[in-house]
């Protein structure tokens, strides 16, 4: 009979409630047995709506009991870090949803608080967006497909206007987000998969709409941007460029991946979802097949769940490149602010 571990959902947002909830009681021997969202109201309807027992009125009552053996963290970024730490020091396994904290320092304090208990497994919800398609480009990489990597180009850009009317959304909020721009972190997450991660980087970055207005009517100030370009020296010898845009009003091209070697190019297509590659001599770009055993899924909270009892090992997403990943994009909210490069390993 497989483990029996209880689980505590702090946090139950559109992610926890479609992934997370249905995914972890799939799972032979696992009980969500309690809950606390940001109101008892919304936490008496997930309760509800999942058969979760347990309501709590904050989310340290939840952390300290001794009912659960491990926390599953949904909150906006801001609450990821005291969650965590409180988790850890409390005996409890710990999944948190992206990004990993708001900035480099609280990062590097989960970080190191895991650490101090080994025993205690510690997982980051990963970037899914790339997931089909990663070991393949791993693979690709590895055997020398692309030679000499010379040079990244990532683009991620919005093809509608510019909207001044829409909501506040959490992600406008630094106070909640923390450093991020768009979907700068994920796409960052996915390179560190193939070509290992940014050692520097030089920004510029560009408000474009500086207040938005709360439920309530209330203006608010903006200062997270809505348009980013990034070069970055990577720790493999390319340069990299990449742009994130929520302003390109008909863009042609979305989002996709380009990774250019001395032999070969490979490029991904978001949107198509197609990787295709060439090598030294083709004439062009074919789409390139992607074989069972090494198309990837969505399996986080399966991997999650075997790593508690002993059966793997946490493989998306350590710690210890969550760090990483806050270290760039908070790299680059200072390089944008200063002017200058700034060195990523530097940060926090």
Same mark, same amino acid.
């Given at each position: 009979?497989?483990?029996?571990? @209880?689980?505590?959902?702090?946090?139950?947002?559109?992610?926890?409630?479609?992934?997370?909830? #249905?995914?972890?009681?799939?799972? =032979?021997?696992? *009980?969500?047995?309690?809950?606390?969202?940001?109101?008892?109201?919304?936490?008496? @309807?997930?309760?509800?709506?999942?058969?979760?027992?347990?309501?709590?009125?904050?989310?340290?009552?939840?952390?300290?009991?001794?009912?659960?053996?491990?926390?599953?963290?949904?909150?906006?970024?801001?609450?990821?870090? &005291?969650?965590?730490?409180? $988790?850890?020091?409390?005996?409890?396994?710990?999944?948190?949803?992206?990004? %990993?904290? %708001?900035? $480099?320092?609280? $990062?590097?304090?989960?970080? =190191?608080?895991?650490? $101090?208990? #080994?025993?205690?497994?510690?997982?980051?919800?990963?970037?899914?967006?790339?997931? @089909?398609?990663?070991?393949?480009?791993?693979?690709?990489?590895?055997?020398?497909?692309?030679?000499?990597?010379?040079?990244?180009?990532?683009?991620?850009?919005?093809?509608?206007?510019?909207?001044?009317?829409?909501?506040?959304?959490?992600?406008?909020?630094?106070?909640?987000?923390?450093?991020?721009?768009? !979907?700068?972190?994920?796409?960052?997450?996915?390179? %560190?998969?193939?070509?290992?991660?940014?050692?520097?980087?030089?920004?510029?970055?560009?408000?474009?709409?500086?207040?938005?207005?709360?439920?309530?009517?209330?203006?608010?100030?903006?200062?997270?941007?809505?348009?980013?370009?990034?070069?970055?020296?990577?720790?493999?010898?390319?340069? !990299?460029?990449?742009?994130?845009?929520?302003?390109?009003?008909?863009?042609?091209?979305?989002?996709?991946?380009?990774?250019?070697?001395?032999?070969?190019?490979?490029?991904?297509?978001?949107?198509?979802? =197609?990787?295709?590659?060439?090598?030294?001599?083709?004439?062009?770009?074919?789409?390139? !097949?992607? &074989?069972?055993?090494?198309?990837?899924?969505?399996?986080?909270?399966?991997?999650?769940?075997?790593?508690?009892?002993?059966? *793997?090992?946490?493989?998306?997403?350590?710690?210890?490149?969550?760090?990483?990943?806050?270290?760039?994009? =908070?790299?680059?909210? @200072?390089?944008?602010?200063?002017?200058?490069?700034?060195?990523?390993?530097?940060?926090?």
């Amino acid at each position: 009979m497989a483990l029996a571990i @209880r689980i505590g959902i702090v946090g139950a947002g559109d992610n926890t409630r479609v992934r997370h909830i #249905p995914g972890l009681q799939a799972q =032979e021997g696992v *009980e969500v047995v309690s809950v606390c969202n940001r109101s008892r109201e919304s936490s008496q @309807r997930v309760a509800k709506a999942f058969g979760i027992p347990v309501i709590h009125d904050n989310w340290r009552e939840l952390v300290a009991s001794d009912g659960i053996d491990a926390v599953v963290i949904g909150t906006w970024p801001y609450l990821h870090c &005291p969650i965590t730490l409180a $988790a850890l020091e409390a005996g409890k396994h710990v999944m948190t949803e992206a990004r %990993m904290a %708001m900035d $480099a320092g609280q $990062a590097r304090l989960m970080l =190191e608080e895991s650490q $101090a208990n #080994p025993h205690l497994v510690t997982q980051i919800v990963p970037s899914p967006i790339t997931l @089909r398609v990663d070991g393949m480009i791993r693979k690709l990489v590895a055997e020398g497909y692309l030679g000499d990597i010379l040079a990244v180009d990532v683009t991620n850009n919005a093809n509608s206007f510019v909207d001044r009317s829409g909501p506040l959304h959490w992600r406008h909020d630094r106070d909640l987000s923390g450093f991020n721009i768009l !979907a700068m972190g994920i796409w960052y997450e996915a390179l %560190m998969r193939w070509v290992g991660e940014a050692v520097e980087v030089m920004a510029m970055t560009q408000v474009n709409v500086t207040r938005r207005g709360t439920p309530e009517g209330v203006l608010q100030t903006i200062t997270i941007p809505d348009h980013v370009d990034i070069l970055a020296k990577m720790a493999c010898g390319a340069q !990299a460029r990449m742009q994130f845009s929520a302003v390109t009003g008909l863009a042609a091209s979305i989002s996709r991946a380009w990774l250019f070697g001395s032999e070969g190019t490979l490029c991904y297509d978001l949107d198509a979802d =197609e990787l295709s590659g060439g090598k030294r001599g083709d004439s062009d770009l074919a789409p390139i !097949a992607i &074989p069972a055993e090494l198309e990837g899924s969505w399996r986080v909270e399966e991997e999650f769940i075997n790593a508690i009892r002993g059966e *793997e090992k946490i493989s998306h997403t350590s710690f210890e490149d969550g760090l990483k990943y806050m270290q760039f994009t =908070e790299a680059v909210t @200072r390089s944008a602010r200063s002017g200058v490069s700034v060195s990523v390993q530097d940060v926090g």
